[in-house]
């Protein structure tokens, strides 16, 4: 079957990988807060390849980012789910697609985000984690109840 | 619980309940009524209050974590009492404390024995379900205000709110209220609402919320609670504080049937009573 021009944009701009994580149906532009949620850094080892802005079938555009060497486990990518709930992940082994998962949003989550009201005691020199419950109306600071509604990606630790 | 401290206060309780029993009450930020009233109930109850004195005289000024000096605590005590400058400090406290802990002030977040208390001295005169309440003063900072509306949310009660611009009560908390179902009503003078309100609530404008001295006064002239202000006031109506007051109540509304601010602190006792017993027993 031929190839829409959608996926031929896609083929070119991000090279098959022989082993690693392929990240798929991120939300346009949202790549970048997707490493960052991984803890991803300029000093890893692992080439990544980030494509932003594809033209998508199913998407009007989307993100993708490749990790070679390196699977992620479930409760990674889970992570992606709060900034970008439709991304795939692909584990590829010798170039094959060897699982193939949707993201789920965690009821919990430790030590990633961090809580933007000064007075928490989150905040402090404490031995804990931030820690939030994802809630319909945005993620509830366990220790003071501050919600955050946007601009999530900003609280990243 | 309410209940409870009612049959405390008519006199219905064993005077030894908590003998052998030690409470740590770790105020890390001042307090007179909440500290006191606590002990007074230990004290009542057969019981014995530890404390640490001033915050300098405690590990903490020498840099410990409060999560170790929780852990330490829980083994010198059956209960623990805390009050802390930080939102959540009581939560953390409970993750490492191995006794039950009381919440008696986290920063601007809640206050929950406060609440306890207010609401059986609003129980001592009227039913609370359906009650018109005037929340006055500073509902951002204010945890008194923050525990009592979540509270009310229980009761069916109508929230009317009245304070001064950037001193309202948190969206986030509004929002989480107005989902349970609380119609709340803000207001910007009191004259508006107080021939149809059962309670009228005051809390303490702090000075520290303002950045001079003037605009501060400025403010709370606007906010403070005259004879005048309560003619024509529903015949019922009870004044609320949970003090201390410092302009925000003429002293000569103290003389007036409405006023129950005294009675309402007097009332900290048999509730906290009622509580030590729940989670000493």
């Known amino acids: 079957m031929k190839k829409t021009e959608a996926e031929e944009n896609e083929r070119l701009l991000v090279r098959r990988i022989k082993n690693g994580t392929v990240i798929d149906h991120i939300q346009g532009g949202e790549a970048l807060n997707v490493v960052k949620i991984l803890g991803i850094t300029g000093t890893t080892q692992e080439a990544l390849s980030i494509a932003t802005n594809v033209p998508s079938r199913n998407m009007e555009c989307k993100d993708i980012v490749k990790l070679t060497n390196r699977e992620l486990s479930k409760e990674e990518v889970d992570r992606i789910a709060l900034i970008s709930p439709r991304a795939t992940i692909n584990i590829i082994r010798n170039f094959k697609v060897c699982e193939k998962k949707g993201v789920e949003i965690p009821t919990l989550i430790e030590g990633i985000v961090r809580c933007p009201n000064p007075g928490c005691i989150s905040n402090t020199n404490e031995p804990i984690q931030s820690k939030f419950k994802v809630q319909p109306k945005g993620l509830c600071c366990h220790y003071c109840d501050w919600v955050i509604t946007k601009d999530l990606t900003s609280y990243i630790i | ?281």
């Open chain 2, 1 to 281: 619980m309410l209940d409870h401290a009612r049959r405390v206060d008519e006199g219905n309780y064993d005077k030894n309940a908590l003998q052998g029993k030690i409470l740590a009450t770790l105020f890390f930020e001042p307090s007179t009524r909440t500290r006191m009233s606590f002990e007074s109930a230990m004290a009542r109850l057969g019981g014995t209050s530890l404390s640490v004195g001033s915050v300098e005289a405690c590990s903490i000024a020498k840099g410990e974590t409060l999560a170790d000096t929780i852990r330490v605590v829980s083994g010198y005590a059956d209960a623990i009492v805390i009050r802390h400058p930080k939102e959540g400090a009581a939560r953390l406290a409970a993750e490492f404390a191995t006794v039950p802990v009381i919440n008696a002030g986290d920063g601007a977040g809640q206050h929950p024995s406060q609440t306890l208390l207010d609401l059986y001295t609003i129980l001592q005169s009227m039913p609370i379900d359906k009650i018109d309440i005037a929340l006055v003063g500073d509902l951002r900072y204010g945890r008194t205000a923050h525990s009592l509306a979540s509270a009310l949310a229980l009761y069916d009660a109508r929230l009317h709110t009245i304070s001064p611009k950037g001193l309202e009560l948190p969206a986030t908390l509004a929002a989480e209220l107005s989902d349970k179902g609380m119609e709340i009503i803000e207001h910007d003078d009191l004259n508006d609402v107080i021939r149809d309100v059962d309670v009228l609530y005051v809390t303490r404008i702090q000075r520290e919320r303002f950045p001079d001295s003037a605009s501060y006064f400025n403010v709370a002239s606007n906010y403070r609670i005259t004879p005048e202000h309560l003619v024509g006031a529903r015949d019922h109506l009870i004044i609320l504080h949970p003090l201390p007051r410092v302009d925000e109540i003429d002293p000569r509304v103290d003389e007036l049937p409405f006023a129950r601010y005294f009675e309402q602190s007097r009332n900290g006792v048999p509730i906290r009573m009622a509580m030590l017993m729940r989670v000493m027993q």
